[in-house]
């Protein structure tokens, strides 16, 4: 129809940038905007009253769906499988909800026929990428909008003012000097004092976790039971993976576990000071690694390794959709056939220590293991063993010594050690030979030149 407005799709969670945001699009971009609320586990005001929220300040429609199953089964599977942790230390909240905020996005669009998709990130985080590249690798034709980056409202006064002077209703509260984002997976807090690394991290930024000093006396122990790499129930008791998560952060976060605060390397080159509660994320990577100790081969635990630090950075930068990762996907899959088991995990004061693991498939073999009477391993076999993992290193080192090359049991500058013989350079005998050469062909150009 003629004069019928584009439409753009925004991913909207209710503050005040992706309230802006509807208003902006609407009287800047002249689009129509349809609103998409996802809940991945974060704390909200009510997902009902954050759709009625988005239709007062103008959106055309708003979509809220209940994403939290799939992304346990799809989305945080996954990561357990890759003990997935950016830098060994960071258990990829913000970065696993992402992909599948960005897939409902799409799928959205294609809905409602929307030309566009809206994010409210600004252009020094890493979510921009993520959203972006996620959606363009989902639908490339889809054109992206990212009104935080354009407009000209630079502090949060000027926001508060712009949308006061266009009708969007802020918040009447005073606003946290933190920046949030919360999901299943943790909490990650930024921003405010927390900008000074040498700040120590208030205690008010933190409510998924106790004080660890105000913790319980009395340790709780902790049982897991897993199949194909997933728990499937705690303490004896079956629950969902969702469900499992929900319990651990109550119990991990009661005994103050699941604390971080680290300097995170961005995607953008920036290094930031970020500080994260993950306490069922991390007792879960924990118990899943302690696992995979006992059951993995080692040849397969130890490649394994260098694959989840791929898998890390790979979904930390933005590539959930990736050929790479999809990849990555499949042989991780493939590690988690037999890793089946119990593991038993001790919660104390702030602390996490894995205390029992069991496993049907262990590849833990007591009778190989102990030093005792019923030791059945074959100690004369070591002779030989050693003798062949030696050999290369053995002919190196008879060679680099009948050489004279520095060695490190040898000084070459200070002319100490075994070899006792001077400078590399001076006793190797091709050396000796190009000395030799040298000196004859001066000594021919002398006589030459005296005789011209």
């Known amino acids: 129809m003629a004069g019928q407005k584009d439409k753009v799709v925004l991913a909207y969670s209710g503050g005040l940038d992706t309230s802006v945001c509807i208003k902006w699009l609407q009287e800047e971009k002249g689009l129509d905007v349809i609103a998409v609320v996802g809940d991945v586990g974060q704390e909200h005001e009510g997902l009902e009253k954050i759709k009625q929220k988005a239709l007062k300040t103008g959106a055309l429609d708003c979509v809220v769906v209940d994403m939290r199953d799939t992304f346990a089964k799809e989305y945080l599977a996954k990561a357990l499988a890759a003990n997935a942790l950016y830098e060994n230390k960071y258990p990829l909240v913000s970065a696993l909800s992402r992909p599948l905020i960005s897939k409902h996005l799409v799928d959205a669009a294609h809905k409602f026929g929307a030309k566009y998709i809206a994010h409210g990130c600004t252009g020094k985080g890493n979510d ?255 002779k030989g063993f050693i003798q062949l993992q030696t050999l290369s290193g053995k002919t190196w080192a008879s060679n680099r010594r009948q050489e004279g090359a520095p060695a490190e049991l040898f000084d070459a500058e200070k002319q100490a050690g075994p070899l006792k013989r001077g400078k590399y350079e001076g006793v190797t005998a091709i050396w000796k030979q190009v000395a030799a050469a040298e000196r004859a062909a001066a000594e021919r150009d002398a006589v030459a030149s005296d005789q011209a």
């Not at 009447?172 to 807090?189: E, F, H, Q, V």
């Not at 990555?328 to 702030?350: E, I, P, W």
């Open 128 to 382: 921009q990428v993520r959203f972006e590249a996620s959606i363009t690798m989902l639908d490339p034709d889809i054109e992206i909008l990212a009104p935080v980056r354009e407009w000209d409202l630079k502090t949060r006064p000027e926001e508060i003012e712009w949308a006061q002077v266009h009708g969007v209703d802020v918040p009447a509260t005073k606003a946290s000097p933190y920046s949030i984002d919360d999901n299943l997976w943790g909490r990650a807090i930024e921003c405010g004092v927390l900008e000074d690394p040498w700040m120590e991290p208030p205690a008010d930024i933190y409510t998924m976790t106790v004080d660890p000093a105000k913790a319980p006396n009395k340790p709780q122990y902790v049982e897991l039971a897993f199949a194909r790499g997933l728990p499937y129930m705690i303490d004896g008791n079956q629950k969902s993976f969702l469900g499992i998560i929900y319990a651990l952060n109550e119990i991990a976060g009661a005994h103050g576990y699941g604390r971080l605060d680290m300097i995170e390397n961005r995607l953008v080159g920036v290094k930031s000071r970020e500080c994260y509660e993950a306490p069922a994320a991390l007792a879960l990577v924990m118990a899943h690694k302690a696992l995979e100790d006992l059951v993995l081969e080692r040849e397969v635990l130890h490649y394994k390794l260098g694959i989840e630090q791929t898998w890390a950075t790979c979904v930390y930068n933005g590539q959930w959709f990736s050929p790479l990762k999809e990849a990555l996907d499949a042989f991780l899959l493939n590690t988690q056939r037999c890793l089946s088991g119990t593991v038993r995990l001790k919660f104390y004061k702030g602390s996490c220590t894995v205390v029992g693991r069991k496993s049907a498939y262990s590849l833990y073999d007591y009778s190989l293991a102990t030093y005792d009477a019923d030791d059945a391993f074959d100690h004369t076999a070591a």
